[in-house]
């Protein structure tokens, strides 16, 4: 059975950093990619950075641009999102993603595109 399971959440001031981590279990093959999105109260689910993991491209928004990245473990087992320069609007909860088919550049931030999702971890950024 697979999961993924996403931890690392919490209370950041703006400015300040942080790291999620992303462990997944039960694969029988590796995934085509993995992508974090977000989820802000009343908004939808964004798409914030992506590992295709057939050649380590990744895949980024506007706002993760220059501030958050991606990496995974040499085991595959479990994937990272740091964050820096946090700012209110990041704001919300985080949630990992995995897909079984390939992602480009156009279909990597639509959620429909990925069949297994953990159960995400809160990010507060406040003063």
């Known amino acids: 059975q697979v999961q993924l399971v996403e931890s690392g959440g919490g209370l950041v001031q703006p400015g300040g950093s942080l790291r999620l981590s992303c462990t997944t279990s039960?694969?029988?093959?590796?995934?085509?990619?993995i992508t974090w999105f977000r989820q802000a109260p009343g908004k939808e689910r964004e798409g914030v950075l992506c590992?295709?993991?057939?050649?380590?491209?990744?895949f980024y928004s506007d706002s993760a641009r220059g501030r958050f990245t991606i990496s995974r473990d040499k085991a595959k087992t479990t994937v990272y999102l740091e964050m820096t320069r946090l700012k209110p609007e990041d704001t919300g909860f985080y949630y990992c993603?995995?897909?079984?088919?390939?992602?480009?550049?156009?279909?990597?931030?639509?959620?429909?595109?990925?069949?297994?999702w953990g159960q995400g971890t809160r990010v507060t950024i406040s003063s």
């Open positions: 993603a995995t897909a079984a088919f390939y992602i480009n550049s156009i279909i990597w931030d639509h959620p429909k595109r990925y069949n297994h």
């Open positions: 039960g694969f029988t093959s590796d995934y085509r990619a």
């Open positions: 590992l295709r993991t057939d050649d380590e491209v990744t």
